[in-house]
T-cell receptor
Framework: QKEVEQNSGPLSVPEGAIASLNCTYS??????FFWYRQYSGKSPELIMF????GDKEDGRFTAQLNKASQYVSLLIRDSQPSDSATYLC?????????????FGKGTRLSVIA | DVKVTQSSRYLVKRTGEKVFLECVQD?????MFWYRQDPGLGLRLIYF???????EKGDIPEGYSVSREKKERFSLILESASTNQTSMYLC???????????FGDGTRLSIL
C-alpha cells in the first residue's frame, strides 16, 4: 500500500513567521510531488509541484524534495492569516501517466494575526 | 487554465434515489477521478478512468458506479443512495505523465 504521511496539525504560527509543512512517502520510485491548499468547504488548489531533489521557489512558497530520505516539505515565508488552510501533499507513486496521485490527509495550518 | 466543472455545488436527495453527479473538463485530459472527502478521513478515491469507456475501481467503489462515454465527461452514479453517502464529492482530471490533478469545485451531497 503506497502511503503519504502528514502531521494532521493544527500547526499554529504567528503572522510573518515561516510555516514548515512536512510529508513523507513510502514508494521510493515516486517521481513527482505536489502541494495543494484547501480552504474550509472548498476544493483543493494546486500551489506547488517539484520533480527534482532540492528546492523550488515560487513567491513566498518553497518546496523542498529529498528523494533519498523520501520526504518533501513546503515552506511558507511571511505567513499571512489568509494562508490558514489545510495543505495536502500528493505523490505520483510510480511515474506512470495513468495512476491516481496518492494524497496525504493534510496538515491544518493556522496563522495567528 | 484548466477548468473542471461539476454540475452542482449542493444537492439534496432521498434515501434509495438514483443520483447522478456530472463532471466535465475542458483540457482534453485522459485521466479523470472521483473522490469523496469526509472530516478526518482525507480524500478517498472512488473510481477513476484513463480513457473513454475505461474505468478502474479506487479504494471505496461499493455503492457507486461511473460512466465515461466521452473524453471530457465523467459521471458518478449512486445506484441507491444511502445516508452514509452524505459527503463532499470531488472530481479531478489530469494529463498523463508527471502532471498534477486539477479539481472541480466539489458537490456537497446530502442524503436524507
Amino acid at each position: 500500500q503506497k502511503e503519504v504521511e502528514q502531521n494532521s496539525g493544527p500547526l499554529s504560527v504567528p503572522e510573518g513567521a515561516i510555516a514548515s509543512l512536512n510529508c513523507t512517502y513510502s514508494d521510493r520510485g515516486s517521481q513527482s510531488f505536489f502541494w495543494y491548499r484547501q480552504y474550509s468547504g472548498k476544493s483543493p488548489e494546486l500551489i506547488m509541484f517539484i520533480y527534482s531533489n532540492g528546492d523550488k521557489e515560487d513567491g513566498r512558497f518553497t518546496a523542498q524534495l529529498n528523494k533519498a530520505s523520501q520526504y518533501v516539505s513546503l515552506l511558507i515565508r511571511d505567513s499571512q492569516p489568509s494562508d490558514s488552510a489545510t495543505y495536502l501533499c500528493a505523490v505520483n507513486p510510480i511515474g506512470s501517466g495513468n495512476t491516481p496521485l496518492v494524497f496525504g490527509k493534510g496538515t491544518r495550518l493556522s496563522v495567528i494575526a | 487554465d484548466v477548468k473542471v466543472t461539476q454540475s452542482s455545488r449542493y444537492l439534496v436527495k432521498r434515501t434509495g434515489e438514483k443520483v447522478f453527479l456530472e463532471c466535465v473538463q475542458d483540457m482534453d485530459h485522459e485521466n479523470m477521478f472521483w473522490y469523496r472527502q469526509d472530516p478526518g478521513l482525507g480524500l478517498r478515491l472512488i473510481y477513476f478512468s484513463y480513457d473513454v469507456k475505461m474505468k478502474e475501481k479506487g479504494d471505496i467503489p461499493e455503492g457507486y458506479s461511473v460512466s465515461r462515454e466521452k473524453k471530457e465527461r465523467f459521471s458518478l452514479i449512486l445506484e441507491s443512495a444511502s445516508t452514509n453517502q452524505t459527503s463532499m464529492y470531488l472530481c479531478a482530471s489530469r494529463w498523463q505523465g508527471q502532471q498534477p490533478q486539477h479539481f472541480g469545485d466539489g458537490t456537497r451531497l446530502s442524503i436524507l
